[in-house]
């Protein structure tokens, strides 16, 4: 949920801010990017949960080894196949 929210309000910034660029007369489709570091956070996000596939968390959830920041393959079933040690 975290990300999702994280992209509306990236687009919700983005919005306002052309809002106010259209009002003092600047091109407001300029594209804007949400930067953390001096990197597009937006870009960075894509890889953010790719350790949990490789986690110890693995053994109970169906992390994807393929870019999955919305976290969508915990959303089909998953089918324990191998015992997890009590």
């Known amino acids: 949920m975290t990300s999702l929210m994280v992209v509306e309000n990236a687009m ?16 407001k489709n300029t594209y804007i990017p949400i930067l953390y570091n001096d990197i597009n956070y937006l870009t960075k996000m894509k890889n953010d949960t790719l350790f949990l ?19 969508v393959t915990l959303s089909v079933p998953y089918t324990v196949s191998r015992e997890v040690s009590k």
């Open 53 to 71: 596939a490789e986690s110890e968390l693995n053994k109970w959830f169906n992390f994807s080894k393929k870019i999955d920041p919305f976290l």
């Open 12 to 27: 919700e910034f983005r919005n306002q801010l052309n809002s106010i660029r259209a009002i003092s007369g600047e091109d």
